[in-house]
């Protein structure tokens, strides 16, 4: 079972190790955390000029993952820069696309800018 605790221990070591620009919680935990889950998961932003920036998409995410090595519960990370974000917003046309969803529905764990942690 997913926990609160769990969640910010999560969203610490991303924070910490990738220091994103965004960190942003979707699916089933953001929009009903009193429901049992067992996957957490996130959409993390990172800059343009982030390391991780010119790495393929699904590397990024297996990256990401290995600072989770030995984790007992799902976890499913996105890495994106901010590049890629504003091309999904320039680029769609109004038709449904996940990342946008997540951007609109999902629940900001972390935003640098204001250099807050949210819980």
């Given at each position: 079972?997913?926990?609160s605790?769990?969640?910010?221990?999560?969203?610490?070591?991303?924070?910490?190790?990738?220091?994103?620009?965004?960190?942003?919680?979707?699916?089933t935990?953001?929009?009903?955390?009193?429901?049992?889950?067992?996957?957490?998961?996130?959409?993390?932003?990172?800059?343009d000029?982030?390391?991780?920036?010119p790495?393929?998409?699904l590397?990024?995410?297996?990256?990401?993952?290995?600072?989770?090595?030995?984790?007992?519960?799902?976890?499913?990370l996105?890495?994106?820069?901010?590049?890629?974000?504003?091309?999904?917003?320039?680029?769609?046309?109004?038709?449904w696309?996940?990342?946008?969803?997540?951007?609109?529905?999902?629940?900001?764990?972390?935003?640098r800018?204001?250099e807050k942690?949210?819980?």
């Amino acid at each position: 079972m997913i926990t609160s605790s769990l969640i910010h221990a999560v969203k610490g070591r991303v924070v910490q190790n990738l220091d994103p620009l965004k960190v942003i919680m979707f699916g089933t935990l953001a929009k009903n955390p009193k429901e049992g889950c067992e996957e957490i998961e996130m959409l993390v932003i990172v800059d343009d000029l982030h390391a991780l920036a010119p790495v393929r998409p699904l590397s990024r995410i297996n990256i990401a993952l290995e600072l989770f090595r030995y984790r007992s519960f799902g976890l499913r990370l996105l890495v994106m820069t901010e590049k890629e974000i504003q091309s999904l917003h320039r680029e769609n046309e109004g038709e449904w696309n996940p990342i946008l969803e997540i951007l609109e529905e999902g629940k900001v764990l972390y935003d640098r800018a204001r250099e807050k942690s949210y819980q």
